[in-house]
């Protein structure tokens, strides 16, 4: 049992460095085909023009963890990368101002959330460069992007959107039917002020033994005259009101209501809000 004890600790300590060992070399095996994926990957880009991927995958083959061959490779071509990479910068104005919330695109592939005046990097070659903002028509314009090209401006003028319009579909019924009950309140007007004048005259002859029914008569066509003045006035307000201030809304219920009355005519308007 002794013996056993006496070997167990050793054998558990080559056992464990062992292990190390092989993750060791799993993570390093793993390292290198990464690093090997994005050499091969760059050269591939970069060969075809596409510099913004090939600068993404030689960020990678670039770091201490890549064997020193392609590491040096990687390097270079950074270097090369950089100097031919173009850069624009985006200016979008609307109505003399300068627009910061837009949106910048090329080619349909998002590149910057804002427009702050930095450069931003892009493709050689012919790019379709597209800015969207809110309450703004987007605008684009087509580019023939030279390599080395730096600090291009492009400018490019947005057109607001339009504010919706009011459809011209007439005058709203509310303001037709106040228009009417002032028609008719005029109509009543001249009725009875005319009346009112008439009778008013042949009273003359018997000015101061008049029958008070004849008088009484007299009074009240001159209040009904009145009355029908005072409606035509606030129905002709009230459609004017509703008619410059129609919208999208139903418009408000409206009664209207004549009744014969005793020496006149009575007018009522019932309006539901």
């Known amino acids: 049992m002794r013996t056993r004890n006496r070997w167990a600790g050793p054998a558990l300590g080559a056992l464990t460095l062992a292990l190390v060992t092989g993750l060791s070399r799993g993570a390093r095996a793993a390292d290198k085909a990464t690093c090997l994926g994005a050499y091969e990957s760059a050269q591939t880009s970069k060969n075809g023009g596409k510099l913004r991927a090939a600068r993404s995958k030689l960020l990678v083959c670039v770091e201490p963890e890549c064997p020193a061959l392609l590491r040096a490779d990687c390097v270079t071509w950074l270097a090369e990368v950089d100097r031919a990479m173009p850069t624009v910068i985006v200016v979008a104005r609307s109505a003399g101002k300068t627009l910061s919330d837009a949106r910048v695109s090329v080619d349909d592939e998002p590149l910057a959330e804002s427009l702050t005046g930095t450069p931003l990097e892009v493709d050689p070659g012919d790019r379709v460069v597209r800015v969207e903002s809110p309450g703004h028509a987007p605008a684009q314009v087509t580019l023939t992007i030279r390599g080395g090209e730096k600090n291009r401006v492009v400018e490019l003028e947005l057109t607001p959107r339009a504010a919706p319009t009011r459809s011209a579909s007439g005058p709203p019924v509310v303001s037709i039917v106040l228009a009417g009950v002032g028609a008719v309140g005029l109509v009543s007007f001249s009725y009875f002020g005319l009346r009112g004048l008439d009778r008013r005259s042949e009273l003359g002859a018997c000015k101061g033994r008049c029958a ?11 209040g ?14 009230g459609a004017a009101y509703f008619y410059f201030a129609r919208s999208n809304e139903q418009p408000a219920p409206v009664g209207l209501g004549i009744a014969p009355r005793r020496g006149g005519v009575q007018t009522a308007i019932q309006l539901a809000f």
């Not at 009904?224 to 307000?237: K, P, Q, R, Y």
């Open 212 to 222: 008070d029914a004849d008088v009484d008569a007299v009074r009240a066509d001159f």
């Open 224 to 237: 009904a005259a009145d009355v029908s003045l005072a409606i035509s006035a606030l129905a002709f307000s």
